[in-house]
C-alpha cells in the first residue's frame, strides 16, 4: 500500500494539513520528514509512493519566497525527486511548494519526456535546469487569504485533477489562497510551451485572478502530469466544514460528493496504489 512522504522545515506551516490530507485520502501510511533527515539518507525518497512539499513561510522566505528551500534540493535531492518521478511517484507542492517547485526546476519541465526524465545516459545523473517561471509579487502588493473560483483545465495530463473538470463553480469549485507571492510569471516563449503542452492544470476564474497571473494560471503540472504545483490550498479543503459557507450548502451536495480539494488526493492516492499493485 502506498506511503506519502511530506517534506517539512523551519517556517513550513501546512505540514499537518498535507498529513491529514493523504491519509483522508487513503494512504495508510504518511511521514513528516525534515529536509535535513533527507540530505542525510536521501535513499529515504526510495520508499516513498506520494510526495508532498507544503505550504508556509519556509526558512522565513528569506532572500525570496521558497529560496532557501529550493537551493537545498537543488544542491541535495534534485536527482533522487527526479528518480521519484521516472519511477511514477506523485509530487505536489502548494503555495510555498509552487514556489519551491519553481526554483527547482522541478516545473514546468517543457520538453522532457512524457513517460519519466530527459535523456541521459544511466549513469550521469541529472542536473537542475533554469528557473523559467516564477511566482511574483500580488499584483495588488499586499498578502491576500481568500477563497477563490478556480477552473480545473479538462486536457490536462496532471493525475491530481484528472476527472475534475465538470466540477461546478461558485460554490464546490474554490480553494482557499494565502499568499503575498503569487502571482505566476514567466517569458513569452515559456508560457507558448506551457499551454501548447496543456501544462496548465488549474486556473482561476475571470473574476478571481486576484494576483494578476498570466492567464489566470493557479495551478501547472510537468509534463508526466506527476508534479502539481499550484498556488491555492487543496490540503485545506479536505472537510465540508471547511468551506466559508458550509452552514448553507446544499445537503445532498454535501452528502454525495467530497470537496475539490480531498478528490485531488484521493487521485493521486488511487494512482499509487495501482502502481504499487503493478
Not at 53 to 66: C, E, K, L, T, V
Amino acid at each position: 500500500m502506498p506511503t506519502a512522504l511530506v517534506i517539512r522545515t523551519a517556517g513550513t506551516n501546512c505540514d499537518r494539513e498535507l498529513v491529514y490530507a493523504f491519509s483522508a485520502a487513503g494512504a495508510p501510511s504518511v511521514q513528516l520528514v525534515h529536509i535535513r533527515q533527507l540530505i542525510d539518507e536521501p535513499s529515504r525518497l526510495d520508499s516513498a509512493d506520494l510526495i508532498g512539499i507544503p505550504g508556509g513561510f519556509s526558512y522565513g522566505d528569506d532572500i525570496a519566497a521558497g529560496r532557501i528551500f529550493a537551493m537545498l534540493i537543488r544542491q541535495h535531492l534534485y536527482a533522487p525527486l527526479r528518480a521519484c518521478v521516472d519511477r511514477g511517484v506523485p509530487i505536489i507542492g502548494p503555495c510555498n511548494g509552487l514556489q519551491i517547485l519553481a526554483q527547482t526546476g522541478l516545473l514546468p519541465a517543457v520538453g522532457q519526456a512524457a513517460g519519466g526524465g530527459a535523456s541521459r545516459p544511466l549513469s550521469t545523473p541529472p542536473q537542475p535546469p533554469t528557473p523559467t517561471i516564477a511566482l511574483a509579487p500580488n499584483i495588488a502588493g499586499r498578502f491576500i487569504d481568500d477563497w477563490l473560483e478556480v477552473e480545473v483545465v479538462p486536457d490536462s495530463p496532471c493525475i491530481w485533477t484528472a476527472g475534475l473538470s465538470d466540477e461546478p463553480t461558485s460554490t464546490s469549485c474554490i480553494l482557499p489562497i494565502a499568499h503575498g507571492e503569487g502571482r505566476f510569471i514567466t517569458d513569452n516563449d515559456t508560457l507558448t510551451a506551457i499551454e501548447s503542452a496543456g501544462l496548465v492544470a488549474l486556473r482561476y476564474t475571470e473574476s478571481s485572478n486576484v494576483n494578476g497571473s498570466m492567464n489566470r494560471i493557479a495551478g501547472i503540472c510537468d509534463p508526466t502530469g506527476l508534479i502539481f504545483g499550484l498556488m491555492p490550498h487543496p490540503e485545506r479543503f479536505t472537510t465540508w466544514h471547511q468551506h466559508p459557507a458550509w452552514t448553507r450548502l446544499d445537503r445532498n451536495m454535501i452528502t454525495e460528493t467530497e470537496p475539490i480539494g480531498l478528490r485531488m488526493f484521493r487521485n493521486a492516492v488511487a494512482h499509487a496504489r495501482s502502481a504499487c499493485v503493478r
